[in-house]
């Protein structure tokens, strides 16, 4: 009875909100809980989107996990922006440009292999950092400073929960499938 469209559009809605409302929280959670005593933060929406934008390009259809890795990576990245008080759309577009680099570059890759995961971080958090200094500083950027001071110690610290968070996220987006 009746056209099953109007159903079919409210239940994806109602997924993507409950997409943004979970990455707000955890934006929330990221820059209001997991602070480190040496002034960095863990970085679990920027190491979770990368996670899902690997997994959207080795899914069956590649077009459509990149199109949600980088809506992931565009609520993320506006939620941290709004948790962090940085310039609107910062994060948004590090994220983005760092998603974009990362599904590129593992296209072709089987990402079932450990290390794939670790370097797609490692690739997305230094674009993600690289941008964000070329929208957070001021003034000139003494790279070689800011690389040794800033930009190593992120990506070391995004390393440490890769693994895990891209293997559960493997098993969550499994489970939906």
């Given at each position: 009875?009746?056209?099953p469209q109007p159903r079919r559009l409210e239940v994806a809605l109602a997924h993507e909100v409950g997409r943004i409302i979970g990455l707000f929280a955890l934006a929330c959670v990221q820059v209001t809980l997991l602070g480190l005593p040496s002034g960095f933060t863990l970085p679990l929406v920027p190491?979770?989107?990368?996670?899902?934008?690997?997994?959207?390009?080795?899914?069956?259809?590649?077009?459509?996990?990149?199109?949600?890795?980088?809506?992931?990576?565009?609520?993320?990245?506006?939620?941290?922006?709004?948790?962090?008080?940085?310039?609107?759309?910062?994060?948004?577009?590090?994220?983005?440009?760092?998603?974009?680099?990362?599904?590129?570059?593992?296209?072709?890759?089987?990402?079932?292999?450990?290390?794939?995961?670790?370097?797609?971080?490692?690739?997305?958090?230094?674009?993600?950092?690289?941008?964000?200094?070329?929208?957070?500083?001021?003034?000139?950027?003494?790279?070689?400073?800011?690389?040794?001071?800033?930009?190593?110690?992120?990506?070391?610290?995004?390393?440490?929960?890769?693994?895990?968070?891209?293997?559960?996220?493997?098993?969550?987006?499994?489970?939906?499938?």
């Amino acid at each position: 009875m009746g056209d099953p469209q109007p159903r079919r559009l409210e239940v994806a809605l109602a997924h993507e909100v409950g997409r943004i409302i979970g990455l707000f929280a955890l934006a929330c959670v990221q820059v209001t809980l997991l602070g480190l005593p040496s002034g960095f933060t863990l970085p679990l929406v920027p190491v979770l989107v990368i996670c899902r934008a690997l997994l959207g390009v080795s899914d069956a259809f590649p077009d459509v996990g990149l199109g949600r890795a980088l809506r992931w990576a565009l609520y993320g990245g506006l939620a941290l922006d709004v948790f962090g008080a940085t310039p609107l759309g910062a994060h948004a577009l590090a994220l983005l440009l760092g998603v974009l680099v990362v599904a590129a570059l593992t296209r072709q890759l089987r990402v079932e292999r450990p290390v794939v995961p670790l370097l797609a971080v490692l690739v997305g958090m230094l674009i993600y950092e690289t941008v964000l200094a070329l929208f957070l500083q001021p003034g000139a950027i003494e790279w070689r400073s800011y690389l040794l001071m800033v930009v190593l110690p992120s990506v070391v610290i995004a390393l440490a929960p890769t693994l895990p968070l891209f293997f559960m996220l493997r098993r969550v987006l499994r489970g939906q499938g």
